[in-house]
């Protein structure tokens, strides 16, 4: 019922910090009381540095470190209109291997020596945001609004180094048709400047284009054909235009 691009899904300055799976324990706070209608919320996570996701148990999460997570949401009412503004951090303080290597270190890493260069932590820092610009009087689910997404990352250790997406979504807009949802958007990847010529000279930023229009047919039915360009990293891969129909059936 939404973007299928994982860009208009999540940010991706957090994919180097944050690992695919590991163990870890934290704190949510709620304010002024988890039964308020739109609260805002305060989260703290504190994450084993290493990925398991084979294995079971605490033994090697922490091993080489920690990965600190915070993150704070607002709700707001500018123009009167409900909205939000996200804003979250991640801090990993495990040994990297640097984005700028000397060609001979790499060679020496392929022949099995351990003469790749290493930074001390990474981290990234984003922003989201989504505010209505119209919704109907009886019901403020019903209407339309901006979205947005902002991050930056550790360009000394991450290949994403910044990313940006913009975009338009809603539900209703059509008379008659109160529970169908559109969503229209753009998102662009910034590589780091610090990728050696080798990767630089063949892989540049990314970016694409999506719009989708989410059709109830009956409540447990829905519909949505979705359109993608998307313009990838390879620079001797060409443009992808990508056309796609979901249907989803709730028993």
Do not use: C
């Not at 805002?40 to 033994?59: E, H, K, N, R, Y």
């Amino acid at each position: 019922e939404n973007f299928m691009n994982m860009s208009f899904v999540l940010t991706p300055v957090t994919l180097r910090t944050t690992p695919y799976s590991t163990m870890g324990a934290g704190l949510i706070f709620v304010f002024p009381d988890v039964y308020a209608k739109d609260p805002a919320i305060l989260s703290m996570l504190v994450l084993g540095a290493d990925g398991q996701p084979d294995t079971a148990g605490w033994d090697d999460d922490f091993e080489d470190g920690a990965n600190y997570a915070i993150e704070y949401s607002q709700p707001t009412s500018f123009f009167n209109l409900p909205g939000k503004q996200l804003f979250g951090a991640t801090y990993n303080n495990k040994d990297f291997t640097a984005l700028d290597q000397n060609p001979r270190y790499i060679l020496g890493a392929l022949i099995g020596l351990n003469t790749l260069k290493k930074d001390e932590g990474s981290w990234s820092f984003y922003y989201n945001f989504h505010q209505y610009l119209f919704t109907e009087k009886d019901d403020e689910t019903q209407g339309f609004g901006l979205f947005g997404r902002l991050g930056f990352a550790d360009d000394e250790t991450s290949p994403i180094e910044d990313f940006y997406s913009i975009g338009l979504g809603g539900k209703g807009i059509i008379d008659g048709r109160d529970q169908d949802r559109f969503g229209i958007g753009y998102y662009h990847i910034g590589l780091s400047d610090e990728l050696g010529t080798i990767i630089s000279n063949r892989f540049g930023d990314s970016d694409g284009f999506e719009v989708f229009y989410n059709i109830e047919v009956t409540p447990s039915v829905h519909i949505t054909p979705d359109f993608q360009i998307v313009n990838p990293s390879n620079e001797n891969v060409s443009t992808a235009y990508i056309a796609g129909m979901r249907i989803k059936i709730d028993f």
